[in-house]
């Protein structure tokens, strides 16, 4: 005798299987407890390969974006997100229910790089954090741009007069908070406010070339832009092809878990 298959009876078996393997996820408070666990991270970056350094049986699903990443989490496809710190900390700020563990998975120095033999650019830009750093207008950045929860502040107004020529940034305007478009269709962010405080400095226009990540080395060697940024991390295979400036940021690759 035939079983009639009711379509709703089916909706609800897999509605009731989605909810039994979200439910299974352990609540996660601690980067130890992610041992063995699934991670979500955006095709073709090297966080896997980052979040295998310190957690070699780690599993991995890949998704088109970081912000993919973690809504996955959300949703209970994954255990974590791993990529940038201070990205997955804008994220769970504009996304309830999201946090970022306070462990690092890895420690990266992030940096301005300019030509090998630009030392007067390196030393304006190094000048110009440090200034930053000891009057407190770093921890105002750092809380525009970083706020615990909501939405990144506005970018603050920074006027430049040109009388010394065109300042040339090349950035990738997709690493939010450190560089991006905003409402207004406006490239800002805590890079760009860094850029522009450095060529006010100098007396010069700045000029924001947007580019892909992996074209801001070849266009900074060949003379396409001045300096670049965009949470570029300080490594020593880079500089021996740039300068980098002193690092203006610490973050690393980190976890991004349910609340």
């Not at 301005?112 to 304006?124: R, S």
Request: glycine share 8%.
């Amino acid at each position: 005798m035939k079983v009639a298959r009711s379509p709703i009876l089916y909706l609800l078996l897999s509605i009731l299987l989605i909810h039994t393997s979200c439910s299974k996820r352990e609540k996660i408070t601690d980067l130890s407890q992610l041992a063995g666990k699934e991670f979500a991270v955006p095709t073709g970056t090297v966080a896997d390969k980052l979040v295998l350094s310190k957690i070699p049986d780690a599993q991995f699903k890949y998704f088109n974006s970081v912000l993919d990443a973690c809504m996955a989490v959300k949703a209970g496809k994954a255990d974590a997100a791993a990529y940038d710190e201070p990205i997955l900390k804008n994220i769970a700020g504009k996304n309830p229910g999201l946090r970022v563990l306070e462990e690092p998975i890895t420690v990266d120095n992030y940096g301005f790089a300019v030509q090998l033999d630009n030392v007067e650019l390196k030393n304006a830009i190094d000048e110009v954090i440090m200034e930053l750093r000891s009057t407190g207008g770093y921890d105002a950045m750092l809380a525009r741009w970083l706020p615990k929860e909501g939405l990144p502040g506005q970018m603050p107004a920074i006027p430049t007069d040109g009388t010394n020529g065109i300042l040339k940034l090349g950035t990738a305007a997709i690493t939010e908070p450190f560089s991006f478009v905003d409402g207004s269709q406006q490239i800002v962010g805590l890079d760009i406010e860094i850029a522009s405080l450095v060529a006010q400095k100098l007396g010069m226009e700045l000029k924001v070339v947007n580019m892909d990540f992996g074209a801001m080395i070849p266009a900074l060697i060949s003379g396409k832009v001045d300096m670049i940024a965009a949470c570029i991390t300080i490594t020593e295979e880079r500089a021996q092809s740039v300068l980098f400036s002193n690092p203006y940021y610490i973050g690393g690759i980190s976890a991004l878990v349910k609340e």
